[in-house]
């Protein structure tokens, strides 16, 4: 794989590993940061739409981040990311951190389809929230980070943009993929999907099964839609959570010329991203990359 990669490393002895990764992640946000939480940025059959806004308490128009939480597609919620949405917001951003609809609400596109909502909803209401609309990336984890890779590409609109602000751009200007698939049709990927069947949160959000509809996993796939338009991405993931899942969205962007690189968070396995002593140095990597790609 031919792909820039950086390592943030960490040294402990193994009691002091131990003792860092029990203790608890921030709870509430700082006194600096201002919090507006349950806002309605749209409305489905299945449920009404929030998410929790974060931004520093100034009068500066700022960047923003929508913010997508992972749970394989089946499960999650906003306040899994909520430790994470305010701390990149008191470096300087506002931060939309959103819900949107899971396998057993709605299956595939919708989750996507609330996303980019998010993003137009933010756009539109750039003036109230002191957002620059034109400086607004994504960050998503496992599931989110899939999402927000497919948010990055140039998407259909008549399959993937419904519901409200349709006059308002979806674009987004950068991207983080934190541990998220970019090619669904991968022979790994594909594997363990047939091994785990009917069973698997691919089925369960999809609907159906790979063999069974290749086309619609190839469409599912943010490599698939990755374009010269796309904005810069960030991959970011831990060492030990197969960080070659992030191979053909490196090379797929690289072709295109589009900045991107990986980020390897030395020891740090799936979802590492909600635990000491990983999470500061994840929230700064992000935080690296929006400085220098949404300026």
Known sequence: MKAFVSICAFVFAGVALSHAQNEPLPSAPPDSVKAELNLTYGNTPEQELKLDLYRPKSEAVLPACVLVHGGGW????????TPLAFTLAERGYVVANVEYRLAGAAKYPAGVQDCLLAVRWLRANAKRFGVDPKRIGTWGGSAG??????????LPKERFVTGDLQDVSSAVQATCIMAGPTDLTN?????NLRKSGEKSNSFAWFGKLYDDAPELYREASPVTHFTDKTGPVLFLTGDL????????????????GV?????????GKHGCWMRHPWFTPCVDAVDAWFKEHLK
Do not use: C, W, Y
């Open 259 to 267: 900045p991107t690189k990986q980020v390897l968070i030395e020891g």
């Open 145 to 154: 980070g899939h999402i927000v890779g497919m948010m990055a590409g140039q």
């Open 74 to 81: 089946v499960n999650g919620d906003k306040e899994k990311f």
């Open 187 to 191: 022979g790994k990927f594909i594997e």
């Open 241 to 256: 959570d197969n960080p070659d899942r992030d191979a053909a969205g490196l090379e797929k962007l690289q072709s295109l």
